[in-house]
């Protein structure tokens, strides 16, 4: 089955670009039929969806975080990649990587995401 | 975007119950593309329902949802130990796609 791994950093700098790497193994990530996702989650907050690729090599960001997101993908590596620039303390934060489902209705469109990896804690200070 | 907000904030229950959650879109979500969640202390969450209705493999059928619109709804019919969490509705009918803040389910 399909597992990934986050890895990274777990402290970085004000102002600084925050960079975190996940890795897919059990599965392809050239499947046409899924995004591949962040996700991050604030210590007792909710959930936050930041962006994700699709295999044509289109990706896509949470107008909240736009100006400052960057996606990108190794296939060859089956690794894809988040980089979130000029952070401050509001971005300290757990960060998952997801696959997220495709649903194919009058377009294709992302769904739910399954699975998650198990996170990766993230603190922005000084 | 559409905002989610999901009721009660917390429940306190005992194992064995019924307990229905409710999460309540700004506007209606298209063709029910609702998602429910579970996460335990630590770990990543845990899809439970996809399109409104549909459970994720391997997941009890005393997990069940329904809903449609602005409405959804999440039931568990006997609660067992292990299910008590933290529950989060996704939707994915408009982009971004939004979660709720959750409702955790403690025990009595």
């Known amino acids: 089955q399909v597992q990934l791994q986050e890895s990274g950093p777990g402290l970085v700098k004000p102002s600084q670009t925050l960079s975190l790497t996940c890795t897919v193994s059990?599965?392809?990530?050239?499947?046409?039929?899924?995004?591949w996702s962040w996700i991050r989650q604030p210590a007792g907050k909710g959930l936050e969806w930041i962006g994700h690729?699709?295999?044509?090599?289109?990706?896509n960001y949470n107008p909240s975080l736009k100006s400052r997101v960057t996606i990108s993908v190794d296939t060859s590596k089956s690794q894809f990649s988040l980089k979130l620039s000029s952070v401050t303390a509001a971005d300290t934060a757990v960060y998952y990587c997801?696959?997220?489902?495709?649903?194919?209705?009058?377009?294709?469109?992302?769904?739910?995401?399954?699975?998650w990896g198990q996170g990766t804690l993230v603190a922005v200070s000084s | 975007e559409i905002v989610l907000t999901q009721s009660p904030g917390t429940l306190s229950l005992s194992p064995g119950e019924r307990v229905t959650l409710s999460c309540r879109a700004s506007?209606?979500?298209?063709?029910?593309?609702l998602a429910w969640y579970q996460q335990k202390p630590g770990q990543a969450p845990r899809l439970l329902i996809y399109?409104?209705?549909s459970r994720a493999t391997d997941i009890p059928d005393r997990f069940s949802g329904s809903g449609s619109g602005t409405d959804f709804t999440l039931t568990i019919s006997g609660l067992e130990p292990e299910d008590f969490a933290v529950y989060y509705c996704?939707?994915?009918?408009?982009?971004?796609?939004?979660f709720g803040q959750g409702t955790k389910l403690e025990i009595k």
């Open positions: 997801a696959r997220q489902y495709a649903v194919f209705g009058a377009r294709k469109s992302p769904a739910w995401f399954d699975p």
């Open positions: 059990g599965g392809s990530i050239s499947s046409g039929s899924f995004y």
């Open positions: 690729f699709y295999t044509s090599g289109s990706t």
């Open positions: 506007q209606s979500v298209s063709s029910s593309y």
């Open positions: 399109g409104a209705s």
């Open positions: 996704q939707q994915y009918g408009s982009s971004p796609c939004t």
